[in-house]
């Protein structure tokens, strides 16, 4: 057994021996400056803690530190009523401390115990049962946080951990300090009892058994009580104060010290404010100036170094900065901060500042928060930060949207008005400017507030600017997600997978196909606005297909089969059929015998004359027909990707689909065949 547990021990049964063998007045003394030393030590590790769990054991040092004391006093009355005398300690304190004048002895100590039981061991009893409801009432609500921050990845499993113990021993200690409390208010109330329990019969012991007349007896007596009482209650009152200190303690980075000349010292004006106060006080009343004057000076010129201290301090920290600034843009890595490029950027002129300003009501970050979380669900692609940023070379009204620090699209809006888009059939009582629609390029108007219902009423979509870029980012990310979509973000992805389908990942990666093949074959189906939700799928598919081809095209042909449901549902009309336009069979074969194998996959190899001859067709074609969405071009799935990549350059919102990608269930509606 270590020295630190034996001693405990050897305290422990110390306490017991007092409560029943009588000790020499010598021992007493020992032992009364031994409880005056612990208190001290209790009082200064209470006050140097940051937060309460420092000092978790406090209840039970409480227990046993209250037992030790009223120990004590049972050894110390057991010695006064039997010898008359309880050491030079308790001797001291009655004639040295109190000058030997019991009536005063016996005041100070009626006003320690008041202060203490009354004043000090009220409030901390108080403040534990409070302190210890509010915890127990709060503990749910903290451990829901804790789920809550390891869900969202905030924290890691064994952060969490901690944190949940943490949460419990709280409540644990606030709920042992609530109980704990009662030991001070008890050893309080024993203190008065045991003072009068030593006058009264101390008097009886002295006249009847010692043979004292009536004024020695009370002096004697008096005098030793009020010592023991004083000896006692010091401690007690040292004790009281430390479990104020404990309980009332708020988690802090600094100990009771630091926090208390930090936070009063932190206004140095008021310092100045109250020595002119106190000036104030010795000249317009009686008040002696000696007195008010030096303090009054004393507080004013602090003050005033404490403000000075602070203004050098912000001057010293401002050219620190700057230091560290011009430090880090001479260094190399400085460079290295230039050449990053942030994925999609959003920029705009000076005009616009009130759309991105919440002080002005503006909503737009509100709004690309929204946007990132629309695009995940649509695409299960998480989308990268949108850097906002404001840029003079702009016009005042004008935004640009860049991805990969290229510029993708424009836009020119007018904060004051409204776009109107007409629903095909112009009214003319409709007033406005003249635009196209950002994101869709169709005909608009910008029309002013009162024009607004009058649009409503005809059937115009009247959308405010903040709409009009939020549709106009949505389109641009969507029509780019496929850039975005790197080598980084494709192992999130299949990091995340894992978690749930560990065998289909390993199945694909590494053995079969690389991060790169993974994320060619992901990027393709973006590219035709396919989403990738549903990865476990995809990922499945590759698994199958994986063993037999390393050629992405293919296996993204395999993938997008697969994801015949998911394909038809986002072209299917309303009634169940998808409309299409097909190639005829000559068409067909004239592309299936032009495609080309090498040792690097296939290709298409058509006669430059008939591959323009084919584009303009099929672009006839589809200008020919009131498309109601999408124009959707159905072919052969031998065909479908070369088809792709003949029309994509400058048709690239048509939609190629082959046989194999819509479900047996569809009514398929021809509405053109593409000849040549």
């Known amino acids: ?70 120990g004590l006093n049972v050894s110390t009355t057991r010695s006064i009523l039997s010898k008359a005398e309880a050491g030079n300690v308790i001797d001291t304190f009655g004639n ?60 890691s499993e064994t952060e969490a951990r901690e944190r949940r113990q943490k949460v419990e021993k709280e409540a644990d200690f606030y709920g042992a300090m609530d109980g704990a409390s009662k030991f001070v208010k008890g050893d309080a109330i024993a203190g008065i009892i045991i003072v009068l329990i030593n006058v009264i019969f101390g008097m009886i012991v002295g006249m009847m058994q010692m043979g004292m007349d009536l004024g020695s007896a009370v002096s004697t007596y008096t005098l030793l009580t009020v010592g023991d009482g004083l000896v006692s209650q010091i401690p007690a009152l040292i004790i009281s104060t430390a479990t104020g200190i404990v ?46 004057i030096p303090i009054a000076l004393a507080v004013a010129s602090g003050g005033f170094l404490l403000l000075r201290s602070e203004r050098e301090k912000d001057e010293l920290a401002l050219e620190e900065v700057d230091d560290i600034k011009t430090e880090e843009f001479k260094s190399p890595e ?26 002005q009501g503006g909503d737009l970050l509100d709004r690309i928060i929204m946007i990132r979380r629309q695009l995940a669900l649509e695409l299960g692609l998480v989308i990268p930060v949108v850097r906002i940023r404001d840029n003079i070379q702009l016009q005042p009204n004008e935004y640009r949207i860049k991805i990969k620090g290229n510029p993708v699209a424009r836009g020119t809006i007018m ?32 029309i002013n507030e009162e024009m607004k219902e009058k649009a409503d009423v005809a059937g115009y979509t009247v959308v405010d600017p903040p709409s009009v870029i939020s549709t106009h980012l949505t389109e641009v990310i969507k029509q780019y997600a496929y850039e975005l979509l790197g080598r980084e973000e494709t192992k999130k992805l299949v990091d995340h997978l894992k978690e749930t389908h560990p065998t289909t990942v390993e199945e694909v990666t590494p053995e079969h196909l690389s991060y790169g093949d993974i994320q060619k ?86 006669d430059p004359v008939e591959s323009e001859q084919l584009f303009h067709r099929i672009k006839n074609e589809i200008e020919t027909i009131a498309w109601e969405n999408t124009a959707i071009i159905l072919c052969s799935p031998a065909v479908r990707m070369y088809v792709k990549q003949l029309i994509e350059r400058y048709m690239p919102d048509v939609a190629v689909l082959s046989y194999n990608e819509l479900e047996p269930d569809v009514e398929v509606q021809s ?3 593409v000849n040549l």
């Open 1 to 70: 057994m270590s020295f630190k547990n034996l001693s405990v021990l050897i305290g422990v049964i110390l306490i017991i021996a007092m409560l029943v063998i009588p000790f020499p007045p010598v021992l007493l003394d020992f032992l009364i400056i031994t409880n005056i030393l612990l208190a001290l030590i209790i009082i200064l590790v209470s006050m140097n803690m940051n937060e309460p769990l420092q000092f978790s054991v406090f209840p039970s040092l409480l227990l046993l530190v209250t037992l030790f004391r009223l």
């Open 521 to 606: 074959v992901l990027a393709k189906l973006l590219k035709e606005r396919v989403a990738i939700r549903n990865l476990s799928v995809i990922f499945e598919t590759l698994g199958d297909f994986a063993r037999m081809t390393k050629d992405t095209e293919l296996l993204t042909e395999y993938v997008r089969q697969a994801l015949a449901r998911q394909i038809t549902n986002q072209y299917v009309t309303e009634n169940g059929v998808v409309k299409v336009l097909t190639l005829s069979g000559s068409v067909e074969k004239m592309i299936a015998d032009s495609i080309k194998q090498s040792e690097h996959g296939n290709y298409l190899a058509m």
């Open 334 to 359: 400085s460079v290295m901060d230039l050449i990053d490029i942030d994925p999609i950027e959003f920029e705009f002129g000076y005009g616009l500042i009130p759309l991105a300003d919440a002080n």
């Open 247 to 292: 309980v009332t303690r708020a988690a802090s980075d600094g100990n009771l010290g630091q926090d208390v000349t930090g936070q009063l010292l932190s206004y140095p004006n008021m310092l100045i404010v109250a020595g002119i106060t106190i000036f104030l006080l010795g000249i317009l009343t009686p008040i002696n100036d000696m007195i008010t």
């Open 671 to 673: 509405v053109g065949v």
């Open 96 to 155: 040295f401390v109190i000058g030997g004048n019991v009536l005063v002895g016996f005041v100070v100590f009626l006003i320690l115990v008041i202060i203490q039981f009354i004043v000090i061991t009220k409030g901390a009893e108080r403040v534990s049962e409070v302190a210890a409801r509010f915890t127990l009432d709060a503990m749910p609500g903290k451990q829901m946080s804790i789920d809550a921050d390891l869900n969202a990845g905030m924290i």
């Open 415 to 446: 904060l004051d008005h409204y776009l109107a888009m007409s629903p095909g059939i112009d009214d003319e009582s409709i007033e406005g400017i003249e635009t196209t629609e950002p994101a869709f390029g169709l005909p608009a108007l910008w």
